[in-house]
């Protein structure tokens, strides 16, 4: 999860390696830019997007849906890292519908703001972005993930774009890694596949942990973890599997070698093309096969 022992180590990882400089990321971190530093997606399928407002017990969740053109497909319900939704994860969730799924990503945040809730290249780093995201955070917990993934959930079983037969996958990043594990334990009827990425408190000592849920789901889960949170806690992964094996759920996890937190999202100051593109092509052959 995004805090101060974080964005220590990124920075340090950033000074080091010099990839890009800030006015390159600058540029890049536009909106209009955003497919453009995605990898194409073989045989992409022409797709429809829309920004689309979706009831919940506590509101209105501004989100962007985006489909194949043409028939019925597996739904994906994405959820944002603590930046919230913006034109990353758009790109991302278009890049999810070029492959051929029915994708929503939300505003978490909807509760305090319309999406975006910060502005083009905003990092986690600067302090005054951290106190704008922080406390939106801070009213999200065990009850809202799960109110919040019903209501998408049913909201993308009305969509003529979804194909209820086969089941949902769900992607979350950094503070939506926690709320795939809830989603998929609290929907196991609809839920066939999860990916956490660089998601943090996966596993807690509280009693509404989320790795607590593991022996209700019945999904494929991949577990991406960075190298940097793998070295402050080693013990969470092994916690983990402990779990997922005793439940007999499938699950693949695995320590994303000089991977830094952030690094599957493009507009992050720590974004590792090559290792996204690993965890990215691990879900799409989970959801192959678990969303069939």
């Avoid at 000074?15 to 800030?22: G, L």
């Avoid at 194909?163 to 926690?178: A, E, L």
Wanted: aromatic letters at 6%; a negative charge; proline letters at 6%.
């Amino acid at each position: 999860m995004c805090d101060n022992h974080t964005n220590e180590e990124n920075e340090a990882y950033l000074k080091m390696a010099r990839k890009m400089s800030r006015r390159q990321f600058g540029k890049l971190s536009a909106g209009a830019a955003m497919m453009a530093m995605l990898p194409s997606v073989l045989h992409a399928q022409d797709v429809m997007e829309m920004d689309v407002e979706i009831q919940t017990p506590d509101g209105t969740a501004d989100c962007y849906f985006v489909h194949p053109a043409a028939g019925a497909h597996a739904a994906v319900l994405i959820w944002p890292d603590i930046l919230g939704l913006r034109p990353a994860f758009r790109a991302m969730g278009k890049r999810m519908a070029q492959s051929g799924y029915s994708v929503l990503v939300v505003n978490p945040f909807y509760r305090s703001a319309r999406s975006p809730v910060v502005g083009e290249g905003a990092s986690f780093a600067d302090p005054a972005i951290a106190a704008i995201v922080r406390p939106m955070a801070g009213q999200l917990n065990a009850t809202t993930h799960v109110t919040d993934a019903n209501a998408f959930v049913a909201w993308l079983d009305r969509q003529s774009s979804v194909d209820t037969s086969r089941k949902i996958g769900t992607m979350g990043y950094c503070m939506g890694g926690p709320i795939v594990m809830r989603t998929a334990a609290a929907l196991p009827d609809r839920i066939g596949a999860g990916g956490s990425f660089h998601g943090g408190g996966l596993n807690t000592a509280n009693p509404d942990s989320p790795h607590l849920g593991i022996p209700n789901m019945d999904a494929h889960m991949l577990i991406a973890v960075a190298a940097n949170d793998d070295e402050r806690d080693p013990e969470s992964k092994n916690v983990l599997r402990a779990a997922f094996d005793a439940a007999g759920v499938a699950a693949e996890i695995e320590v994303y070698e000089g991977a830094m937190h952030g690094w599957c999202v493009p507009d992050s100051a720590v974004y590792n093309e090559p290792q996204a593109e690993r965890a990215w092509s691990r879900m799409l052959a989970i959801f192959e096969t678990a969303l069939a």
